[in-house]
């Protein structure tokens, strides 16, 4: 990704940014219905109620970075906010999570980055999910660019509550 932001302008690099994250999205949306279609051929059952997704605005990002202390610019984005491109799975058991978990990180060319178990130990606040950060490769017409995806999981009375 940072070779990415360097061969352009500014403003071409922000847009060549969301394009990434954007592409990001379509990917990892499109694993996860394949795995959810497969589940239910082989079980007769979806695990997934329903699956949303989100690019950060310009100015949560903003937000985000300065509440942490790092400078505005396209790089710091690119490094230390790692929910830009969201996805949020929602499923029906807590079993079901932590099996696409599984089934996530079983896909040969998503990498987990980092997982973060808000089931197993909730924040202060009480909220509950699972967090995968997960990078997936972007295929361009001269290269490939890995670029990060959050990945939320959890039932529908965790979100309902979250």
Request: proline residues 2%; charged residues 25%; neutral net charge.
């Amino acid at each position: 990704m940072e070779n990415a932001i360097k061969n352009y302008e500014d403003v071409d690099s922000w847009k060549t940014i969301m394009f990434l994250y954007n592409s990001a999205l379509k990917e990892v949306g499109t694993k996860l219905e394949i795995l959810n279609d497969e589940f239910q051929h082989v079980h007769k059952y979806n695990p997934i109620e329903h699956i949303k997704t989100r690019v950060k605005t310009p100015e949560s990002i903003v937000k985000k970075l300065r509440k942490n202390g790092y400078e505005i610019s396209i790089e710091n984005m690119v490094k230390y906010v790692n929910d830009i491109a969201g996805v949020r799975l929602i499923c029906s058991f807590t079993s079901d999570i932590y099996q696409l978990g599984d089934m996530i990180g079983n896909q040969s060319d998503l990498k987990v980055l980092a997982i973060k178990d808000y089931i197993k130990r909730p924040k202060a606040s009480g909220y509950k999910s699972y967090h995968m950060l997960v990078s997936v490769p972007i295929f361009l017409s001269d290269s490939v660019v890995d670029t990060k995806v959050e990945i939320q999981i959890r039932t529908i009375a965790m979100d309902f509550w979250a």
